[in-house]
């Protein structure tokens, strides 16, 4: 009688089309861009995922072998038939707790384009004039101190620095989906999506590179929030945000492939880390601070 093996045969994750990518999901061109050269569409969803920085990333070091979190802001055109609609992700990542990142320090200005890029968006769809509650600000803010009695940095273990940056994301993503008796505040009260303009750019234009592709040349948002970058839309009016021709671009160029591109920034919570579906762009001064020393310059 022959021997019956009873040890389990290892399962081996094998290809096929249940592992296949499928399509992907289309871009926004500058031909989908209205005569403002501003684009039409909607928030659709937002989402916080744990992602992994690998051993060997060199942008935050601090962060490395962990999971850290990153939110998304999910935009798609208006268009009735799903598969033609267009897609546009604005997305941010815990920022380190350094030396050169806490509030005095010469890159805070990392975390400070993180919360005007959330302000801006809490200002379009929740605040609308309003100003936030106590509660609200202090939901929102993060819940460690990196900063002593005399202005001076104060180590802050890594651990307790990515907890507070899930619980505040957390926090985001609650709101924009929950936040209005339970509903997404993107939405009506008879649950359709509200439209919007948003400025997607390709380039921008500056004194030291002139003119410099931001993603590969694709549309993406602009890593500083600027004047504006989203704006509900209102019928018969004009929006306020605005595209600057003279240094912003929606066109395909012909430019030096040799040289620079703008830094992929927005993770500037993960700064050099490329992450694939973060927004990323160019530089414009905000009221925080002028240029620095760690501050890109172009």
């Not at 289309?26 to 051993?55: P, R, Y």
């Not at 940056?165 to 008879?190: H, I």
């Amino acid at each position: 009688m022959a021997e019956v093996n009873n040890t389990p045969t290892p399962k081996v994750a094998r290809r096929g089309i249940a592992t296949a990518r499928g399509t992907q999901r289309l871009k926004f061109n500058h031909t989908d861009a209205k005569q403002n050269g501003l684009f039409l569409a909607h928030l659709d969803n937002v989402e916080v995922k744990m992602i992994k920085i690998g051993e060997e990333s060199t942008g935050m070091p601090s962060f490395n072998g962990l999971e850290i979190p990153r939110i998304s802001f999910y935009f798609t055109s208006n268009e009735v038939d799903e598969a033609k609609r267009k897609h546009a992700v604005l997305s941010f990542t815990a920022v380190e707790s350094n030396a050169d990142t806490y509030e005095n320090g010469k890159s805070a200005w990392k975390v400070s384009v993180v919360f005007d890029w959330l302000l801006h968006l809490y200002k379009t769809f929740i605040l609308k004039g309003r100003e936030f509650t106590e509660e609200e600000a202090d939901k929102l803010a993060l819940s460690f101190i990196d900063v002593d009695e005399d202005g001076q940095y104060v180590p802050v273990a890594s651990e307790t620095v990515i907890e507070a940056w899930t619980q505040l994301f957390n926090n985001v993503e609650n709101d924009f989906n929950r936040g209005k008796d339970g509903k997404p505040y993107y939405k009506t009260a008879d649950n359709k999506f509200i439209p919007t303009w948003i400025k997607l750019i390709r380039y921008n234009k500056t004194k030291k590179n002139g003119w410099t592709a931001l993603q590969n040349g694709d549309l993406v948002f602009p890593t500083f929030v600027g004047e504006g970058c989203v704006e509900i839309f209102k019928p018969n009016e004009m929006p306020a945000i605005k595209l600057n021709v003279t240094t912003e671009c929606i066109t395909p160029k012909d430019i030096d492939s040799k040289k620079p591109q703008a830094p992929n920034m927005p993770s500037m919570g993960a700064a050099a880390v490329n992450l694939g579906t973060e927004m990323s762009g160019g530089f414009d001064p905000f009221a925080s601070g002028g240029i620095t020393e760690d501050m890109p310059e172009f």
